[in-house]
């Protein structure tokens, strides 16, 4: 294995995935690190955590255990993947997890960018944009677990570490790999471990991947890997040879966990030509709704390829918070969605789209999966992908905001056949 890649979540893990696959490594997604040796042919190995929302001290502990398993396959470079909307909170897990990844590869500095040109995704001047939107004016000043309220990656970044962070703007990124490489050195040399890198295009981000290649530590979203493959394979390195995957067959289902702007779009979508069951978080809570209810529900309409959705205005769900406790809301829908994708897939649905970061998580654990073999691209960031479970299992698991209206028919085409 030639690179190793440490995801706060599910999503974000296929995200990378897809992003290295389409770059010519063969990839494999690993669901935690695994108990056993990568298969031979794993060039990049990206482990899928669930850390982006729990306590730092836990993410630490975690990360860094699947970095160590990493590196213990011979990765020669790791790479710490977050969301491109840098899902955090001030008190969050990013910077702990950064800067303990630093002092396990020896390294003395690392940048940090979540830019994703192709989702709309930007770095100026360290702030970051979704769209033509600043970050905390995007709706994600909203998100119920992660709300940002500052689009300043820097500021946000200084909250949540011991140092003080760099800058490097965008004139430098557009100066070429040379120039980047010599301000990563000054702000070395200054004593900066992490620096925030501006990037606006691919080939702002296919500049800075150059720059990256003898950095033993790099952090960003999907985005900072666009340029990583080319360094291996200046190298002679890589087999070029794109793996050769199984074709899922049976019924298909969607699950949609997530409240993002997006998603409401993509269910609404779905919704005009096929069944839906909406899920309210309070009958969760409440027992009014059971994941065995909702697996009898899609058996009866199997034929349809129907939706189960728990997704809201942030309005709503911002009222079940308060009423049981933000935690034991997430907890609930979570756990509902996890029971039911197994149950569904006990019942033999062998094609299952997720929307939302946590709960693609809460899918992928439920299932008992260890491992993902990524597909073609079916959105930007959103790969197919295929597990073995009593037979393939193709699954599509979605960010929250990634994807475009029509995202859930498109995936249950791309990840199998009826």
């Not at 630093?102 to 770095?123: I, N, S, Y």
């Not at 935690?327 to 789209?353: K, N, P, S, Y």
Request: glycine fraction near 12%; proline fraction near 6%.
């Amino acid at each position: 294995m030639l690179l190793g890649a440490v995801a706060d979540d599910f999503t974000g893990a296929s995200d990378l995935a897809n992003t290295l696959a389409r770059g010519g490594m063969r990839t494999v997604q690993f669901v935690g690190p695994s108990q056993d040796s990568a298969p031979a042919d794993c060039e990049a190995g990206v482990v899928a955590l669930k850390t982006r929302s729990i306590e730092p001290g836990e993410a630490v502990r975690q990360s860094l255990a699947a970095a160590r398993w990493l590196l213990d396959q011979g990765c020669r470079q790791i790479l710490f993947k977050y969301c491109s909307t840098f899902d955090s909170t001030p008190a969050g897990n990013i910077g702990p997890v950064a800067e303990a990844l630093l002092d396990l590869t020896g390294a003395e500095l690392a940048v940090a960018c979540p830019a994703f040109a192709k989702t709309g995704r930007r770095l100026f001047m360290g702030h970051l944009f979704v769209g033509d939107r600043l970050l905390s004016e995007s709706g994600m000043e909203n998100h119920p677990l992660t709300p940002m309220t500052d689009p300043d990656i820097r500021r946000w970044l200084r909250r949540q570490t011991q140092g003080e962070v760099g800058l490097i703007p965008l004139d430098t990124v557009r100066d070429g790999p040379e120039a980047v490489a010599a301000a990563f050195e000054s702000e070395r040399r200054a004593g900066r471990r992490l620096v925030v890198a501006d990037a606006t295009s691919d080939d702002d981000l296919l500049a800075l991947g150059k720059a990256l290649a003898g950095h033993r530590l790099i952090t960003g979203g999907s985005g900072i890997a666009l340029g990583l493959p080319d360094n291996f394979r200046a190298q002679g390195l890589l087999s070029d040879r794109p793996a050769e995957l199984p074709v899922p067959r049976g019924p298909g289902a969607v699950l949609c966990g997530s409240c993002s702007a997006a998603s409401r779009r993509q269910v609404e979508a779905y919704l005009e030509t096929v069944p839906g069951l909406a899920v309210e978080p309070a009958d969760l809570l409440s027992g009014g709704m059971s994941a065995l209810q909702a697996a009898d529900w899609v058996e009866s309409r199997e034929g349809a390829a129907p939706i189960v959705y728990s997704t809201a205005d942030p309005t709503v769900v911002a009222a079940a918070q308060a009423s049981f406790g933000r935690a034991e809301t997430a907890a609930a829908v979570e756990r509902f969605f996890g029971d039911l994708a197994r149950m569904l897939a006990d019942r033999g649905v062998r094609r299952i789209a997720v929307g939302g970061g946590e709960t693609s998580g809460a899918v992928v654990e439920a299932l008992g999966l260890k491992s993902l073999a990524i597909g073609a691209e079916i959105d930007p960031g959103v790969p197919a992908l295929v597990a073995e479970r009593d037979g393939p299992l193709g699954l599509a698991l979605k960010s929250g905001n990634f994807g475009g209206p029509h995202f859930f028919a498109k995936a249950l085409d791309a990840i199998g056949s009826p």
